[in-house]
């Protein structure tokens, strides 16, 4: 595809029409010992949420509001992982590293809606933990399967609008001349700081997104987890704070795995370009996905169940047959 040509200003410059994505190295032999490693964990990522949905999903007694939300973040993570995975593993095996313009706005656009519909469903799982811990006898009257769908509807909702907010007027930014993002993903300051135009609005825009949605969601996970604090000191027994606890520490886990990174990645915008910025992406973006269901799982008696009474019926099942 030729570059178009345009107008800015007083002089003719050449409109971009794909980038260049360095990815994580340019040694071709580092490519192709990363290649079955990540190609690994995405089989592993997929297999492990797919699963999990699979399991919520064929078993009643794991029809609560709780599992519902981890199906959702499963799903969550399936898209978020298989916007940015795909392509980074075909740049290990290609010379010319070239993705379109529309491709990179729709890569960033699904990326960040993902991202930022986990952010707010991880905050809807805090409020989740509150109410149980807070109000275990009112909880399955505020909790009610109606509720939880309107919940996750919100999450999703706004990692869609707020995603379409960054994207569209970032992508419409003048883009001329240079066209290399060093990183393996179309991500947002990479991508505008290639821009010919003035990237003060777009910037604001990121920005604010980050702080309202980002931000506001650790919030209110900070406020859910200090009532949670409250609510275990005021009960007496310590087996019963003990096990309160205890529901809790999946999440929160996840949590700090998250949103530590991610701030990690952010919060330093002068160093977007530095080997560091990529490796912490790649764990934000690539192993959290994965990481999660087994966080979930290793310490959930529930799930254990489940996969034990699985395991005992497929030799049953393949008998009969």
Known sequence: MAP???????????????????????????????FPVFLGIYIVTLIWNLGFIILVRINSN???PMYLFLSSLSFIDICYS?????????????????????????????????????????ATMAYDRYVAIGSPLQYSAIMVPGHCWKLIAVAYGTGFLSSLVETVPCFHLFYCGLNIIQHFFCDIPQVISLSCSNPFICQMIVFLVALFVG???????????????????????????TKAFNTCVSHLT????????????YMHPGSKHSTKHKVLSVFYVIFVPMLNPLIYSLRNKDIKEVLRTVTKRSPLILKKQ
Do not use: W
């Open 4 to 34: 178009s040509t345009s107008m800015e200003g007083d002089g003719n410059h050449t409109s971009v029409d794909m980038f260049i994505l360095l990815g994580l190295s340019d040694e071709k032999e580092l490519q192709l010992i990363l």
């Open 215 to 241: 931000l506001g969601s650790l919030l209110v996970i900070l406020l859910s987890y200090g009532f949670i604090a409250v609510s275990i000191l005021k009960i007496s027994s310590v087996k019963g704070s």
């Open 254 to 265: 996840a949590v700090i795995l998250y949103y530590g990174t991610a701030l990690s990645v």
């Open 82 to 122: 298989s916007s940015i995975s795909p392509r980074m593993l075909s740049n290990f095996l290609r010379d010319e590293k070239t993705i379109s313009f529309m491709a990179c706005a729709t890569q960033y656009f699904v990326a960040a809606c993902m991202s930022l519909a986990e952010c707010c469903l991880l």
């Open 62 to 64: 794991l029809h609560t």
